[in-house]
């Protein structure tokens, strides 16, 4: 998720929204949902390439027509740019497909064609002693043979290189499909991915009759310090903390940046036990540093974080287990921060730093 579409998931969506309607309005540009999706992010984002794009237009008086606005969303909207490069891909490959085949069609009537000359061939060898004819009938076969090993070479070679594109083709997917799960800030899952992945990890715990837990991690007092520092300073805390998350998210754990300055994991077949400490461990760590700014070098003070998890019952959706650590979040929230709390304890229990 970039980090415009984490700001219009939270509480500047509403405001963000009004603003982006009044300018529709005032450029005389129609509410639908694309337009609607363009503004928001002008709005959002006013330094981004598709703010200072849509800036240009208005300055030049450039109508901004419906085919205007799908050529912005194509160019600068993350969804509409995954969309083409698929497409893109995809069209890539049905040529690619297309080509083989026509390939495989010319040489099964290469071969249609050699075993005809070759049951002549058999017929007049039957039918004649003459050894004029036969010395045409052997010399005709070798050309036959020279002409369909030559074709048969082409396809191998038609072949191997086709191999090659469709390998080519899977690494550039495989690079969206990861482009298209990973948060641009942090290089952590985005929560579209996290999503599938609790999903996947519910039916395989209930398969295996296995444990799972899952766990909730926010930066203490973040809007107070983005309003401080700025969004830049920000990002610098959201990357580090996703840093410290992230060494101790090695498969099979699984950890994203949900929204935010939220962060999720998922840890399959470990015991609370083992998921408390980790997450204390992270706590810990984060707290111990002084980061500082890195523009001015201002030392901005000590970062700490408050964390809640769960431990997922039989049979129990992600949903669900994701409202009882989000709940326990709240629970360490409440209890001063900079702590660790289990859905299943009271504000009481939580371990305070």
Same mark, same amino acid.
């Given at each position: ?122 017929? *007049?060898?039957? +039918? ?9 009938? @052997?010399? &005709?076969?070798? %050309?036959?043979? !020279? ?113 935010? *300055?939220?962060? +999720? ?9 083992? @998921?408390? &400490?980790?997450? %204390?461990?992270? !706590? ?70």
């Amino acid at each position: 998720m970039s980090d415009v579409e984490t700001t219009l998931r939270g509480p500047e969506a509403y405001k963000i929204a009004g603003r982006a309607l009044s300018l529709m309005e005032r450029h005389q540009v129609w509410p639908t949902a694309l337009n609607f999706e363009l503004w928001t992010h002008f709005v959002a984002d006013p330094d981004g390439a598709l703010a200072r794009e849509l800036t240009r237009l208005i300055s030049l008086g450039e109508p901004l027509t419906e085919l205007v606005s799908e050529e912005l969303a194509a160019t600068y909207l993350p969804k509409a740019k995954l969309n083409e490069q698929i497409r893109d891909a995809g069209d890539l490959l049905s040529k690619e497909l297309e080509s083989v085949s026509k390939a495989i069609q010319d040489a099964q009537k290469s071969n249609a064609t050699y075993g005809k000359t070759l049951n002549g061939a058999a017929k *007049e060898l039957d +039918a004649s002693q003459d050894v004029d004819t036969i010395k045409t009938v @052997v010399s &005709g076969l070798a %050309e036959a043979t !020279r002409r369909v090993q030559k074709e048969n070479k082409s396809l191998e070679t038609r072949l191997a290189e086709s191999t090659a594109e469709v390998d080519r083709l899977r690494e550039h997917l495989e690079q969206v499909r990861r482009d298209a799960t990973t948060d641009g800030l942090t290089n952590l899952a985005n929560r579209k991915a996290f999503d599938e992945e609790l999903d996947r990890a519910c039916s395989e715990a209930d398969e295996a009759g296995a444990s799972l837990c899952l766990a909730v991690l926010d930066i203490d007092h973040f809007k107070g310090f983005n309003d401080t520092w700025g969004h830049q300073t920000g990002d610098q805390v959201i990357r580090y903390v996703a840093s410290v998350i992230g060494r101790v998210a090695a498969p099979p754990r699984f950890a994203a940046r949900y929204g935010g *300055e939220e962060f +999720a994991m998922i840890f399959p077949r470990e015991a609370a036990a083992l @998921v408390a &400490g980790t997450l %204390e461990e992270i !706590r810990v760590e984060v707290s111990s540093r002084m980061l500082k700014r890195r523009s001015t070098n201002e030392d901005l003070g000590a970062i700490t974080i408050s964390s809640g998890f769960a431990e997922r019952r039989p049979g129990e959706s992600g949903h669900s287990v994701m409202e009882r650590a989000d709940a326990a979040l709240y629970t360490s929230k409440r209890g001063g921060r900079n702590r660790v709390t289990a859905a299943e304890s009271t504000p009481d229990s939580a371990n305070a730093a």
